[in-house]
């Protein structure tokens, strides 16, 4: 009978035992961000060159993002990878690094841009922890790379990027 009831008290209170909120995988977040850029001064061939320079310094290896070029059109299609910490509720280990993949896609015009960024679903092995989306708590991490992303590349398309600096000698 104690075995029975104890049992029974045992599942009772593993019912009570979930998974804060935070922890959970996103599920309705924004997963595609689109920006902007108004530079009335530089042609879609500018623009397009600026953009693909940047691109080239901030990733490294520009053929590990970029999977199609088209000047003609102005546009830049590639696919990256982004950096996030899982957090981890522990004592000395309070977060491992994990990865996701994005899709870049970069369009340029005459005096003005856009940039979309879309979070693929999916872990970037052996990158990262094995999470296909980062959750809720750790989200915010990729916000902020893709707004640095979108910051770098505005600075480009404005003539203020690191080679540009190194043209004004």
Request: glycine fraction near 6%; charge should be positive.
């Amino acid at each position: 009978m104690k075995k029975l009831l104890l049992v029974i008290g045992a599942w009772m209170l593993s019912g009570c035992v979930t998974m804060p909120p935070g922890q959970m995988q996103i599920t309705t977040e924004q997963r595609e961000f689109i920006y902007e850029y108004a530079v009335p001064s530089k042609s879609q061939i500018d623009l397009f060159k600026a953009a693909r320079s940047h691109f080239a310094l901030a990733y490294g290896n520009s053929k590990e993002v970029s999977r199609l070029e088209d000047e003609a059109q102005g546009t830049i299609i590639g696919k990256a990878i982004v950096p996030w910490n899982l957090s981890v509720d522990g004592l000395i280990i309070t977060s491992m690094p994990c990865a996701s993949y994005y899709n870049i896609i970069f369009i340029a015009k005459d005096g003005r841009a856009r940039m979309q960024l879309s979070l693929l679903e999916g872990a970037a092995l052996p990158l990262s922890c094995g999470w296909p989306l980062p959750p809720k708590r750790d989200y915010p991490q990729i916000v902020t790379h893709f707004k640095n992303t979108s910051d770098g590349l505005a600075s480009a398309l404005d003539s203020k990027s690191a080679i540009d600096k190194l043209k004004n000698f």
